[in-house]
């Protein structure tokens, strides 16, 4: 019996706490309405706020561009006005800067005419340059070769020499030698 009863008050309890927490629902749903009423009034205030912002920077914007308008035509004038004067400042460096060209030439034709003077002479002193380097040339190589028959003699002659030198040792040592078996082979017979 104990266990029925439990079972039932059990029961009991859950009937009771539903009504409740549907209530609490209610009120969490309306809060939340609430809520969202009070969001959609600050939204549409944005909006309106926002709407009204753009108005005004549109109308500055528009205030900005007429100011710039105004400005750039100023501009303009002042640009072809300086134009116009440029061109006639143009035309007179124009005239200067041909009177300068003139100028220039005639010292450059002046100059050219100097450096091909100058040129010949250069030419012609290195041609008598060139020519005394070849006879100079001529003479070294002359006296190298005479040099060379000379190095050539002076080794043909120490070869020579060599070989002299050589054939008198090889003599001696011939010499040397046979004296020295001579002496071995008599003191061989005297014992």
């Known amino acids: 019996m104990m266990p029925q009863a439990r079972r039932m008050t059990g029961v009991g ?4 706490a539903a ?4 209530r609490d629902l209610r009120a ?4 939340l309405r609430a809520e969202l009423e009070q969001a959609q009034e600050r939204l549409q205030r944005v ?3 926002a709407a009204a912002a753009v108005s005004a920077e549109l109308a500055q914007m528009k205030n900005t561009i007429a100011a710039l308008r105004g400005e750039l035509e100023r501009e303009r004038a002042l640009r072809d006005e300086a134009v116009r004067e440029a061109h ?12 300068t060209i ?3 030439r005639e010292a450059l034709d002046q100059a050219q005419h100097d450096t091909d003077a100058r040129l010949r002479e250069t030419g012609a ?4 340059e060139i020519v005394q380097l070849r006879a100079t040339a001529l003479v070294l190589r002359e006296a190298l070769e005479a040099a060379q028959s000379a190095h050539e003699a002076a ?13 008198e040792l090889q003599a001696t040592v011939r010499a040397l030698h046979a004296q020295l078996h001579g002496a071995e082979g008599r003191k061989t017979k005297a014992r």
């Open 13 to 16: 309890e859950a009937g009771a």
């Open 155 to 167: 080794l043909e002659q120490l070869a020579a020499q060599h070989r002299s030198a050589m054939a």
């Open 102 to 104: 003139a100028t220039l």
């Open 19 to 22: 009504p409740l927490e549907a």
């Open 47 to 49: 909006r309106d706020d």
């Open 28 to 31: 969490a749903i309306a809060a």
């Open 125 to 128: 002193a290195a041609k008598d």
């Open 88 to 99: 006639g400042a143009r035309h007179a460096e124009g005239q200067q800067l041909r009177a």
